[in-house]
């Protein structure tokens, strides 16, 4: 059995909110961390996915004018007809 009178549990309560208080401060702390290594992670990958959307116009750009170049190559060979 405890030999706690109610005095002695009173007097932690000062000691608990305190702990509360710094326990709240930590967590507010660690969870405005948290999100900023997020945000920094989703701007990552934003500027990733706008390279590679670049990247892909590009190469289709590219994949068009070759396929002009074929095309032309061809007409002047004889293989095939203008198209008009």
Do not use: C, W
Request: charged share 35%; aromatic share 4%.
């Amino acid at each position: 059995m405890n030999d706690y009178t109610a005095k002695d549990l009173s007097d932690n309560e000062p000691e608990d909110n305190e702990n509360n208080d710094n326990d709240k401060r930590a967590f507010d702390e660690m969870n405005s961390q948290i999100q900023l290594v997020l945000q920094d992670m989703k701007d990552k990958f934003q500027i990733m996915s706008d390279q590679i959307l670049s990247r892909i116009d590009d190469m289709g750009a590219r994949i068009d004018d070759l396929e002009k170049n074929i095309s032309d190559l061809m007409i002047h060979a004889g293989l095939e007809t203008p198209d008009k």
